[in-house]
């Protein structure tokens, strides 16, 4: 089993600043893309930034030159670090990996539990 443990959500006025953090555990052998997706009040689950294994990063136009995603391939780690933080930011932030499971040559898609991030205006 792989689990995947999100940390780092709450709440910040506009303006402001958080860091999301999600740490891989279990039968990892290793880790593809890894990846944020959020999903805001009445709206649909969208991504918000990828990564790829070797560090290359993508990002949804909304958050380009404020988010900064990065990742710690030692630790099974991904990281969000979110800038500028607006209202239309806030909703709960998923954390999601691509992992190649020790015990057989497959490759699953696993989520975390999601970790709740609300910007007041």
């Known amino acids: 089993q792989v689990q995947l443990v999100e940390s780092g959500g709450g709440l910040v006025q506009a303006g402001g600043s958080l860091r999301l953090s999600c740490k891989g555990s279990g039968s990892i052998a290793s880790i593809n893309n890894m990846a944020w997706h959020r999903q805001g009040p009445g709206k649909q689950r969208e991504l918000v930034a990828a990564i790829t294994s070797d560090g290359r990063p993508t990002y949804v136009d909304s958050v380009e030159g404020r988010f900064t995603i990065s990742r710690d391939n030692a630790k099974n780690t991904v990281y969000l670090q979110m800038n500028s933080l607006k209202p239309e930011d806030t909703a709960v932030y998923y954390c999601?990996?691509?992992?190649?499971?020790?015990?057989?040559?497959?490759?699953?898609?696993?989520w975390g539990q999601g970790t709740q991030v609300t910007v007041s205006s």
């Open positions: 999601y990996a691509k992992v190649r499971v020790w015990y057989e040559s497959l490759v699953y898609d696993y």
